[in-house]
């Protein structure tokens, strides 16, 4: 684990909603555990609440801050954030069949568009922070 604390704060927030969205879609699916509109609060509360600590600490420590935006690790970040637009378009045209075959209704295949546009990106950059692309 990096000893910058922005990566550091950046690390564990991108886990953080990686696994809960990934509990919250077994739970869903497992039919264990809160309602979704429950997780979605969850997730969106943790989500919200990254971003303000990540801002502070960007603000603390603005040397650290630059250094945790260097070009390997701002390419690792475009690169979450392509990886997250066609892992939500493949996931939309998926959804799309389903509920053009009368499989899932339109309103859960919304719903179910969020977690995978808030998990994608932070799972992506996680993968590149294991392959040492980004810190």
Do not use: C, K
Request: hydrophobic share 60%; aromatic share 10%; proline share 4%.
């Amino acid at each position: 684990m990096s000893t910058n604390p922005v990566s550091r704060i950046r690390l564990i927030g991108s886990a953080m909603i990686v696994i809960l969205t990934l509990t919250a879609v077994i739970a869903s699916l497992a039919s264990i555990g809160p309602s979704g509109l429950t997780w979605a609060w969850l997730i969106g509360g943790a989500g919200i609440g990254y971003a303000v600590l990540s801002f502070i600490m960007n603000l603390r420590h603005p040397a650290a801050a630059e250094a945790a935006w260097d070009e390997q690790n701002t390419a690792a970040h475009r690169d979450s954030l392509i990886f997250g637009f066609w892992a939500v378009l493949a996931v939309f045209i998926v959804f799309l069949v389903l509920v053009l075959s009368g499989l899932l209704d339109a309103d859960m295949a919304f719903f179910w568009l969020g977690p995978v546009l808030g998990a994608a990106p932070p799972a992506h950059y996680l993968a590149s922070i294991l392959r040492g692309r980004a810190e």
